[in-house]
């Protein structure tokens, strides 16, 4: 696994939250059950003041008095761990227990009857003081303090194996989790591996474009890397097919100013109009070859403002047909497309358009548009009022080369260029007879 990988860092990620929180899980169990093991050493020092509270006894004198026996072997036993005193209201030692011969003792604190304390003192011992009014059968009464320590040894002794156990637990859950999240992160990255091993296969030529069942999140990535190739190779096809075109183009003016070349004086006007042609033929192949043909995803383009400033053009070019343009366009018109691909689509047909035309040419854009099942952005509509395209020759004059009308002027591939450009970006391209003005009517679907 490589460090600059995603399956390394989300496995660190991941190991750090859980070393993180299996710290904060130790901690908190840790202290728990201290807690816990507390509580029950509390309850445990109760019962053994009660067993004291139950041996002693208040003589007529008013001298409290404990048996040589103890009902619990450890307060006969020194050094066992488990002591216990007696005090009086004043804080004055009144008995200890045999276990606690020579040990210090702790002055209880201010307790009153009925009351108790449990506290860790002194020494590392744990220690519960119980304050009582004791009053014998002839009314003698007075007030002591019952108080039971052990050594904090065994809370300690229990935290400790606790503490072990939990991290020897929570050692081997940590490393099972590990596994379980490499395997899952795995399984979750395994369409990322399986669109990088497309991608692999596509740069070595075994395959054409992303055709995996990814998951859903990689379809818009897949569609987008696909869409990408796509423009790439049809951009490279463009420009084989601009050179082809060229070339070919170029054999006629070639052939003919070679047949001019040993008599230039006697053709020089036909010198120049072969020149003045493949001049043209070129600028019009390398703007053919350099229209992108893609989808732009940083900006947006104004249909609205480009058509206008096209018509605006178009009006001073065919100035003695004083063409009238029918504008149903809205004010603005944006769209993720290439201005270099608009204008070329635009401004074929618009050209066409008033060239076909006898006096009027409408152009609409019209937004959201739908056409059976698809919704697309934007609708173009370009319609003239001239004699339009029979519906048999529709198919023929999108093909290379071919013109609706050999007398007229042209190389016969502007329609062609339309209909390569919009098919490449996704668009569709549809010719019929206008029904309002009665001659050509084209409607270009951008998606």
Not at 79 to 106: D, M, Q
Not at 167 to 188: E, H, M, N, P, Y
Request: aromatic share 8%; proline share 3%; glycine share 8%.
């Amino acid at each position: 696994m490589q460090v600059k990988s995603l399956s390394f860092r989300l496995l660190v990620s991941a190991g750090l939250v859980l070393a993180a929180f299996f710290a904060l899980a130790s901690v908190v169990l840790e202290q728990g059950f201290r807690e816990s093991a507390e509580q029950a050493l509390k309850e445990k020092l109760q019962v053994y003041v009660y067993s004291l509270l139950s041996a002693a006894e208040l003589k007529n004198s008013g001298d409290l008095s404990m048996p040589a026996n103890l009902p619990e072997p450890q307060f006969a036993t020194p050094g066992s761990g488990l002591y216990g005193f007696i005090h009086s209201a004043k804080k004055n030692l009144v008995w200890r227990s045999p276990s606690a011969i020579g040990l210090n003792v702790t002055p209880p604190p201010e307790l009153s009857a009925g009351n108790s304390a449990f506290l860790l003192a002194e020494h590392g011992r744990y220690a519960l003081h119980y304050a009582v009014i004791w009053k014998n059968v002839v009314g003698v009464e007075r007030e002591y303090i019952f108080t039971v320590t052990e050594d904090a040894q065994f809370v300690g002794n229990q935290v400790e194996r606790f503490r072990e156990t939990l991290r020897v637990w929570l050692l081997a859950l940590g490393l099972v989790l590990i596994f379980i999240q490499l395997a899952l992160l795995r399984w979750s990255i395994k369409p990322l591996r399986i669109i990088v091993k497309d991608l692999e296969a596509i740069e070595k030529g075994r395959k054409t474009h992303l055709d995996g069942d990814y998951a859903t999140e990689l379809d818009g990535l897949a569609g987008n890397l696909n869409a990408f190739i796509n423009s790439e190779r049809a951009h490279l096809e463009r420009y084989r097919n601009a050179l082809a075109d060229l070339a070919h183009s170029l054999k006629t003016p070639l052939s003919i100013l070679r047949g001019c070349a040993e008599s230039f004086s006697v053709n020089k006007e036909t010198v120049k109009e072969q020149i003045f042609r493949m001049d043209e033929i070129v600028e019009y192949q390398l703007q053919r070859a350099a229209a992108k043909g893609e989808h732009k995803t940083t900006g947006t383009v104004d249909l609205s403002l480009i058509i206008k400033k096209i018509s605006a053009s178009l009006g001073k070019v065919y100035i003695d047909k004083n063409i009238s343009f029918d504008m149903a366009v809205p004010e603005q018109s944006l769209i993720y497309y290439d201005e270099g691909d608009l204008y070329e689509i635009a401004g074929n047909l618009m050209d066409n358009a008033c060239k076909w035309c006898r006096s009027t040419v409408k152009v609409s854009v019209t937004l959201n548009a739908r056409k059976g099942r698809r919704n697309f952005a934007v609708l173009l509509e370009i319609e003239d009022d001239g004699p339009g395209i029979p519906a048999g020759k529709l198919a023929e004059i999108l093909k290379r080369g071919v013109r609706a009308d050999e007398n007229i002027h042209g190389h016969g591939i502007g329609m062609a260029v339309v209909y390569e450009l919009v098919g490449l970006l996704g668009g569709l391209l549809e010719g019929k007879k206008s029904e309002a003005l009665g001659g050509m009517k084209w409607s270009v679907y951008f998606a």
